[in-house]
């Protein structure tokens, strides 16, 4: 017999986290670890699209670091939970860089801003960046708001949508599509 994937005991608007306490949906909690949710099934989704072994193998350990992130975020700060919660590691955020550097060994230097597009992929990208950005300010809010936040998960999602920029970019040159260059339009009213 399978288990029954519904248990109706979010039906009146609260959850739990973990440790028991019952808090609303609308939580600033909840809708963070939320979007990390969210941020992750992008990744996934980026992932399915592109076809760069390297880029996939570190697009797994990124869903990977993401559960660890919504696990932390799930906790209640104020009660020592008996779960071993996995944890961020510094050496996380040092493999961002890693491979945002050997990208960026393969790209033209960037002279001017980027307008997201050029190819699905690239796109879908930055879809996440844009997400990942979003679950960076929704930790900073959290932990300014007396919600605790590891500050390394903070510092983790700093680097981790500076690494989709890139790889936004890096789709673009496996895939031979230039960059959309914005071109600001400067109106001649304004010039005096």
Not at 19 to 47: A, F, P
């Amino acid at each position: 017999m399978s288990q029954k994937i519904y248990t109706k005991t979010g039906d009146k608007g609260k959850t739990s986290l973990i440790g028991g306490t019952k808090i609303l949906k609308s939580d600033l909690r909840i809708e963070t670890y939320g979007t990390i949710d969210e941020l992750n099934s992008w990744i996934g989704y980026i992932s399915d699209a592109i076809n760069d072994f390297s880029a996939n193998h570190i697009l797994k350990e990124i869903q990977d670091r993401l559960f660890t992130i919504g696990s932390s975020l799930a906790c209640d700060p104020q009660k020592e939970t008996k779960l071993i919660i996995p944890d961020l590691h510094e050496t996380d955020i040092t493999l961002l860089e890693k491979e945002i550097d050997t990208m960026n060994e393969t790209l033209p230097e960037m002279k001017h801003f980027i307008l997201p597009g050029g190819h699905s992929s690239a796109s879908i990208t930055h879809i996440a960046r844009s997400v990942c950005r979003r679950a960076e300010r929704y930790c900073v809010n959290l932990a300014t708001h007396d919600g605790h936040v590891d500050p390394l998960i903070i510092k983790y999602l700093n680097r981790l949508s500076d690494y989709l920029f890139v790889l936004a970019r890096y789709v673009c040159h496996l895939h031979n599509v230039p960059e959309i260059v914005w071109k600001p339009r400067i109106s001649t009213a304004k010039k005096k």
